[in-house]
DNA sequence: TACTTTCTAAACGCTAACGTTTAATAAAAT
DNA sequence: ATTTTATTAAACGTTAGCGTTTAGAAAGTA
């Protein structure tokens, strides 16, 4: 096989970070080329065109990123561990979590990134939402509830981006959150 | 004066309508300069560079777009009048309503910028609470509520976003709103 | 060894966008 | 009527980024 020097993976997961950052204009060949460490035509030998290669990104973000507080928070013993733990960790710093936020503007002129978004979203309200059913709260309450944390935790992203978050503003987010659901 | 060609104000609407959309990379002068039928110079005439062009942007949606809405609502005679206008405008769909999103993305580079965000930010939150305490909420309740509220809202328009927003979906949302406030 | 696959370097041509300059012109002020 | 001020057109040089091409190296296969 090849020498080693920029594999596929590598591109993605750069491109991962980069869309994170800035979105699709972030998404710049020849600088990309430059951190790898590599020419450009690496790039264009392992992606057809930019657009293939920020699906590869999706794909990845999809299989990766997404499922993974779902398989972390899914370990811990009782429901409301679970949700306690997966409060948690969404209510912290996530290092990349704009990348869904710049995907949704991208995926404006792409009909299938648009379903992927779609499910994501509900995937994550139906999780939560079963977690609450089992907690004891009637079909429509859990979700209803879980609606509300789900936008919830996007408006707590969105006015605390690049903030530090102190104990004090934290604790106040408690108390919203101890508005929707008693855990 | 001048010959009456491209004003400021047109470079400033525009300006305003083409961050919303895309962010700054949507500011382009010479496709700008297109629009408004008129040659970049013109730009550089009024604007000394691009960055001081966003700075008046920002400024002409303080004074005009985020006071607009407390107005508008304002003028309601009682207060949970008002509070239900506020909610029928800001949960319809806004044209502009990704500026503020992008606005935030842009002020990571700007200090300034980002202060003035968190002040819209708080100055609404903080219009929403008087409005609550006046219904009868406590003081700590209302600024509870409110923050609830706003980031309810935040995440309705990443969850809505470019969608028909069905009678049947708009049911769900108000159902959700009542589990904040009963209003 | 010879051949094929996988990958990269270097160079090329092209367009978009930047910001500047210089000259021209229309309206306002004198 | 002339000068000043506000504004624009046209053209220029520059850089960033795109995507392609051509030639060839390293590793694996026959």
């Given at each position: 096989?090849?020498?080693?020097?920029?594999?596929?993976?590598?591109?993605?997961?750069?491109?991962?970070?980069?869309?994170?950052?800035?979105?699709?204009?972030?998404?710049?060949?020849?600088?990309?080329?430059?951190?790898?460490?590599?020419?450009?035509?690496?790039?264009?030998?392992?992606?057809k065109t930019k657009k293939e290669f920020i699906n590869?990104?999706?794909?990845?973000?999809?299989?990766?990123?997404?499922?993974?507080?779902?398989?972390?928070?899914?370990?811990?013993?009782?429901?409301?561990?679970?949700?306690?733990?997966?409060?948690?960790?969404?209510?912290?710093?996530?290092?990349?979590?704009?990348?869904?936020?710049?995907?949704?503007?991208?995926?404006?002129?792409?009909?299938?990134?648009?379903?992927?978004?779609?499910?994501?979203?509900?995937e994550r309200i139906a999780y939560v939402g079963n977690?609450?059913?089992?907690?004891?709260?009637?079909?429509?309450?859990?979700?209803?509830?879980?609606?509300?944390?789900?936008?919830?935790?996007?408006?707590?992203?969105?006015l605390t981006r690049y903030k530090e978050l102190s104990?004090?503003?934290?604790?106040?987010?408690?108390?919203?959150?101890?508005?929707?659901?008693?855990?």
């Amino acid at each position: 096989m090849p020498k080693i020097v920029a594999e596929k993976k590598d591109w993605i997961q750069l491109g991962y970070r980069l869309f994170a950052e800035k979105g699709v204009s972030g998404i710049v060949v020849e600088k990309m080329s430059k951190k790898l460490n590599c020419n450009k035509s690496s790039f264009y030998w392992h992606f057809k065109t930019k657009k293939e290669f920020i699906n590869e990104i999706v794909i990845y973000w999809v299989n990766t990123k997404t499922k993974n507080i779902i398989t972390r928070t899914d370990s811990e013993e009782n429901t409301s561990q679970k949700l306690r733990k997966l409060i948690d960790i969404t209510y912290s710093k996530m290092p990349y979590s704009d990348f869904i936020f710049y995907l949704k503007r991208y995926a404006v002129k792409d009909e299938k990134i648009s379903k992927i978004i779609d499910k994501v979203d509900a995937e994550r309200i139906a999780y939560v939402g079963n977690l609450l059913k089992k907690m004891g709260y009637s079909s429509k309450d859990a979700k209803i509830k879980a609606s509300l944390l789900y936008k919830h935790l996007i408006g707590f992203y969105e006015l605390t981006r690049y903030k530090e978050l102190s104990e004090d503003y934290m604790i106040e987010v408690k108390k919203e959150i101890n508005q929707i659901i008693s855990y």
